[in-house]
């Protein structure tokens, strides 16, 4: 039983599916008689940010203000180190976003506080914290133990829990935390976000290419497979590098972390990088030419072969 709290990202009006995660996560840990405790910061985060009670929250404030639009570190710093010495829960959550990690790292040096970041698990053990974090293609896993009392502070990895399901019957008001008074040194002019062009997230069935698919155009052999199954596209770093798909498309350390309940790798290598965004899909098959590929040590079913031959092969099994 302890409060924890969470740190929310929330960009265009939309809470982060990795702020969500740690809403669940604070949930799981504070216990009966803990409370989560979630605040965001921005400019227009307010509205959004109420939602959270909806995803588990017990208590949200929202640190709302014009001068927080874009994250500017100094500002942000100020703004949760106040609040997190106002509230004093035992363990304060962080997405490992990019924002995440910064802030995190940053608000723990400001309040002298215990950091881990990219935690794969959190869980009490001896009245404190165990964190735990899984690297080098799952063979090493260390674990953290904060060493000084107070508030720990840890950053949670995309896919670390499960987002919690939206209870419309949950509901509350959103307190305003304050932004106080911070010499302004940047200011962020403009900000351009990229329109989303494909949800890996929630596919249930991803057809993945690799620089084995050979060109851009070739990409239309997976598409036309993906239609058949309900399926979206992924991608290898190699492919979005080469411009053959949008950055969004990415599955991997720098891209997204995906599990759905079948992944089609084709024409990819099954590189380290890679591997760590997709090994925890159902069913893995993999397309290859090369029968001594990596990524057959973790498919569950292994095709040899061209994807130009097999996926036509493949198609003409489907219905429709
Ligand atoms: C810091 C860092 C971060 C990274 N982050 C990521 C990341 O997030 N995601 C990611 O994917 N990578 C990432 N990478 C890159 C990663 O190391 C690999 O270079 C990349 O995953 C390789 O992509 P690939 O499998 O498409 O290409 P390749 O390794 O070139 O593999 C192509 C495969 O296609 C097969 N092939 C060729 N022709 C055919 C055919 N006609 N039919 C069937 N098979 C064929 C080949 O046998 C080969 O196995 C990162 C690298 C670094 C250093």
């Not at 500017?72 to 995440?100: D, N």
């Not at 080469?242 to 790798?265: F, N, S």
Request: aromatic fraction near 6%; glycine fraction near 10%; proline fraction near 4%.
């Amino acid at each position: 039983m302890a409060n924890i709290a969470v740190f929310a990202e929330i960009e265009d009006g939309v809470i982060h599916d990795i702020s969500l995660q740690c809403i669940a996560k604070a949930r799981a840990l504070a216990g009966a008689g803990g409370k989560v405790i979630a605040l965001a910061a921005g400019h227009g985060v307010s509205a959004p940010a109420a939602k959270m009670f909806g995803y588990g929250a017990d208590e949200v404030f929202a640190a709302d203000d014009a001068a927080l639009n874009g994250y500017i570190p100094r500002r942000y710093r100020k703004v949760v180190a106040s609040w997190l010495v106002s509230q004093s829960p035992a363990l304060a959550l962080f997405p490992s976003t990019t924002l995440g990690l910064d802030l995190a790292a940053s608000v723990a040096g400001e309040l002298k506080a215990p950091c881990a970041l990219y935690c794969d698990d959190i869980q009490a053990a001896d009245g404190g914290w165990r964190m735990k974090r899984i690297e080098f293609d799952r063979k090493v896993a260390t674990q953290f133990a904060p060493a000084a009392a107070g508030t720990a502070i840890a950053t949670l990895r995309d896919g670390a829990a499960d987002a919690p399901v939206f209870d419309a019957a949950r509901t509350g008001t959103v307190q305003p935390a304050q932004a106080g008074a911070v010499e302004t040194v940047a200011r962020v002019l403009k900000r351009e976000v990229a329109k989303k062009t494909v949800n890996l997230k929630d596919a249930k069935i991803i057809v993945a290419g690799g620089a084995g698919v050979g060109s851009a155009e070739n990409f239309q052999l997976l598409r036309d497979f993906a239609a058949k199954l309900g399926a979206e596209i992924g991608a290898t770093r190699a492919v979005v590098d080469a411009g053959w798909l949008p950055a969004d498309h990415q599955i991997g350390q720098t891209g997204a972390t995906v599990k759905p309940a079948v992944y089609i790798a084709c024409g990819i290598s099954g590189a380290v990088q890679h591997r760590v965004g997709m090994m925890d899909s159902g069913k893995i098959v993999a397309i290859n030419t090369d029968p001594n590929a990596p990524i057959f040590k973790i498919a569950h079913y292994q095709i040899v072969g061209d994807l130009k031959v097999v996926l036509p092969k493949l198609m003409k099994c489907l219905p429709g």
